[in-house]
């Protein structure tokens, strides 16, 4: 457990793994105005917990493969990797979702519009494409080697977050 104590973030944040994209988000969120040179607005707390939800709910589905970046009015991206492909998921500053699909640095599907919700049932279909999930928590969470373990599917965080929600 690691205890979030930001003039942005002040909450309890459980974490079964260090991910770097987290930590970088988590830096993203204590960024002021003017953070690029004299450019960039502060993220609001809604960027940052949208963001962050995404995110672990990429990794609960395998896609490890990821990066954050920040734009200078105030929209976050995530971008998922894995080969020649790239699925790129933008958050505005209204908090609406942009989904992009590209291969070989070419767009193959492009999705606008999207509740965070809706971009989270949006990863689900790719999930097939870009993650691998069981791989993943058979190494990363129960520790054990590949192909000795069941998969297993830890309980979404997005709906954990509805439930018990972040105070920020």
Request: net charge negative.
């Amino acid at each position: 457990m690691k205890i979030i104590n930001s003039p942005t973030l002040a909450y309890i944040v459980y974490r079964t793994f260090f991910h770097p994209t987290e930590q970088k988000i988590f830096e993203i969120s204590e960024f002021e105005n003017g953070w690029h040179y004299g450019e960039g607005v502060k993220f609001s707390k809604g960027a940052i917990k949208d963001i962050l939800a995404l995110h672990r709910e990429l990794v609960l589905k395998g896609c490890f493969n990821t990066d954050v970046f920040p734009g200078l009015n105030g929209e976050l991206q995530i971008t998922v990797y894995s080969g020649k492909d790239c699925v790129i998921f933008e958050r505005s500053i209204e908090g609406l979702w942009d989904v992009t699909h590209e291969i070989n640095d070419e767009e193959s599907e492009s999705v606008q519009g999207l509740s965070l919700q809706e971009a989270v049932e949006h990863a689900s279909v790719l999930k097939s494409k870009l993650c691998n999930a069981s791989a993943s928590y058979r190494s990363v969470i129960i520790g054990t080697k590949s192909g000795t373990a069941s998969t297993i599917w830890p309980s979404s965080p997005l709906a954990r977050m509805e439930e018990f929600p972040l105070s920020i």
